[in-house]
């Protein structure tokens, strides 16, 4: 469409890719830039986007094109890229999850806040439908008032993921260093389930006291962790979380006891369990359902909602107060386990 936000993209592997793929459904976007420091992976996907990849990113955001940029880089690059983004006065989609430290994360917020931009977090399992039907059940008081809340992340992830990726598009160590992943397993997978959990309940981490350790080889973050966490209104949460689980599949799971039910989502799935202890809208109690939750892509709706955004000027369904309450929990939990006590937060 010709009003469509016109979208650059800076680091081109795996996310990025999966990104521009779903903006094909977004007829409010349309890639027009690309970036990477690695030429041939900005031209591979120009050439699927119709695009212009660009050699550097001072090029692209040179490009009158470009109201509005999503980056996808290593962690320890969010933050000072999505601030150079926001002093050239675009719009920014950065991922998760969005930056190393509470401070960064507040100066990004005051810098869009400051020259009226949309800044938002690609948090995107949230818009999953299982989440979203999850969502509504639970803020609808099919559950009852929340009790308990348990976070499962179990991952048997390659060896060769910390130098590789999911997508195996570009060879870098960077996820297995501290320094610039700023944490392993919790921060790269249970912080998606954190953010769910905030969506469907409403619920803020008050307190958390956990553990880490590193038990591959070659890597200085963790791919093993738990933790006790307290929520708001007298809640207990946990988290158990490893990356090299053998045989694991289908193991990120949230599981959420209310005082007249129980739900369980399985996101990647797309599995909604639940158990009621009263009938509710429709739904009968004192057996196991699994509720119809409908179709949809967690990326396009992401995408759609920072589009809206972005368009009307208004505070993304995801920005910044949110993604910095998922990082704010898991700081928390690092520094728990090197200090060995209960953080408050």
């Given amino acids: 469409m010709s009003d469509a936000l016109g979208l650059g993209i800076v680091g081109c592997g ?19 830039a690309l970036h990477d420091r690695d030429l041939a992976l900005a031209e591979d996907l120009a050439r699927t986007t119709g695009g212009q990849a660009y050699a550097t990113l001072e090029e692209l955001l040179a490009a009158d094109a470009v109201q509005a940029v999503y980056i996808a880089l290593p962690h320890d690059l969010l933050a000072l890229i999505a601030m150079q983004v926001l002093e050239s006065g675009r719009h920014v989609l950065v991922e998760k999850p969005m930056a190393l430290s ?5 100066a990004l917020g005051q810098l869009a806040a400051a020259r009226g931009l949309t800044i938002g977090v690609f948090f995107e399992m949230r818009f999953a439908p299982v989440a979203m039907a999850a969502a509504r ?3 609808g008081g099919a559950i009852g ?19 590789i990726g ?33 969506a469907i309940t409403g619920l803020s981490v008050t307190r958390v006291m956990g553990s880490i350790e590193t038990t591959t080889p070659g890597i200085d973050v963790e791919d093993t ?7 708001g209104h007298g809640v207990i949460g946990s988290i158990v979380a490893g990356a090299h689980v053998p045989g694991a599949a289908d193991g990120e799971i949230i599981e959420i006891d209310g005082v007249l ?28 359902l699994e ?34 309450q998922a990082l704010a929990t898991i700081l928390g939990l690092y520094r728990s386990s090197a200090e060995g006590r209960v953080i408050d937060l």
């Fill in 14 to 32: 795996g996310a990025a890719a999966d990104v521009c793929r779903a903006v094909a459904g977004v007829p409010e976007l349309s890639v027009v």
């Fill in 102 to 106: 509470l401070a960064d994360a507040d």
């Fill in 137 to 139: 059940l639970v803020q």
């Fill in 145 to 163: 008032e929340v009790r308990a809340i348990r976070i499962r992340t179990l991952i048997d992830k390659s060896p060769d993921y910390w130098t």
């Fill in 166 to 198: 999911l997508s195996g598009r570009s060879l870098s160590p960077w996820r297995g260093q501290s320094a610039r992943a700023g944490g392993g397993v919790v921060l790269m997978n249970t912080s998606h389930q954190l953010d769910m959990v905030s």
């Fill in 225 to 231: 962790a738990a933790a006790v966490l307290t929520y």
């Fill in 261 to 288: 039910g129980h739900l369980e989502l399985e996101a990647y799935a797309g599995v909604l369990r639940v158990f009621l202890r009263r009938p509710f809208e429709g739904l009968p109690s004192a057996q196991w």
């Fill in 291 to 324: 509720p119809e939750v409908g179709d949809g892509d967690a990326l396009v709706g992401a995408l759609a909602a920072f589009a809206a955004a972005a368009r009307d000027g208004t505070r993304p369904i995801v920005g910044v107060p949110e993604a910095r």
